[in-house]
């Protein structure tokens, strides 16, 4: 596949992907202790982001991510380490993430400020974003992000329809309806729609601490008249989750 044309020339590398893949974490606000840590490990066979395949040749990657909660100011504050090493590409990407997420009814939210580093390429990026999941009943939710990146100085917005049926106690099928919106954090690319997707996802309880999850998701990138050809996108992935 080609590499994505904002991938070696733009801050958008990162994985905001609340509405979409590859980390997603949510606090528990009823539980009784005051933290959680939760782990998570996993594998993409692309590292596709904002609608767009990120390394050359199609190239995978290994990720890793940990979250941890305290309880405070009514929500909770977290902070977020992420680690993403290529598989077929030279590529290093890490990140830390300090939050806020609180519940208000159905409704959580969050606001977030991230460091990224690229030590292959010498570059650094901070970002911030707001977000927010609306649970509309047992088993339909909507969520949506928007990130602002300080390097390009422009910002993007996801959001995702989600419906998922509880097959047994440990074994959870979700379908979600994703699509993007570039606002300047794509610098290279026009503003407007980025891309249409659906993913569909088996989250499978394994123990009472460790949760398997795998996914296959479909993109269809939306071309406008000055952007480069982009190609339809298709990968799977699967990740640990400890907890």
Do not use: C
Request: proline share 3%.
């Amino acid at each position: 596949g080609a590499v994505g044309a904002h991938a070696l020339t733009s801050p958008s590398y990162a994985v905001r992907q609340r509405a979409g893949t590859l980390g997603h974490h949510h606090h528990d606000e009823s539980t009784e202790n005051p933290f959680e840590f939760e782990l998570m490990l996993g594998a993409e066979s692309r590292y596709v982001s904002e609608g767009r395949d990120n390394l050359p040749d199609s190239s995978g990657v290994l990720w890793g991510n940990m979250v941890g909660h305290a309880h405070a100011l009514s929500g909770s504050i977290y902070a977020e380490i992420l680690g993403i090493e290529g598989m077929g590409a030279d590529y290093t990407e890490m990140g830390l993430t300090l939050g806020y997420e609180r519940e208000l009814g159905s409704v959580t939210g969050r606001a977030e400020l991230s460091l990224l580093e690229f030590p292959g390429l010498g570059e650094n990026e901070l970002e911030s974003a707001l977000s927010a999941d609306w649970k509309i009943d047992s088993q339909a939710s909507l969520a949506a992000e928007w990130v602002w990146s300080g390097a390009s100085e422009g910002w993007y917005a996801e959001a995702s329809a989600r419906y998922e049926v509880k097959v047994e106690d440990n074994f959870i099928l979700m379908a979600s309806l994703l699509t993007g919106f570039n606002g300047g954090y794509l610098p290279d690319e026009s503003h407007g729609l980025t891309h249409i997707g659906l993913r569909l996802e088996a989250t499978v309880g394994l123990s009472e601490h460790v949760k398997g999850v795998i996914h296959t998701t479909f993109v269809r990138p939306i071309e406008h008249a000055d952007d480069p050809d982009l190609e339809d996108l298709i990968w799977a992935g699967g990740a640990l989750v400890l907890t």
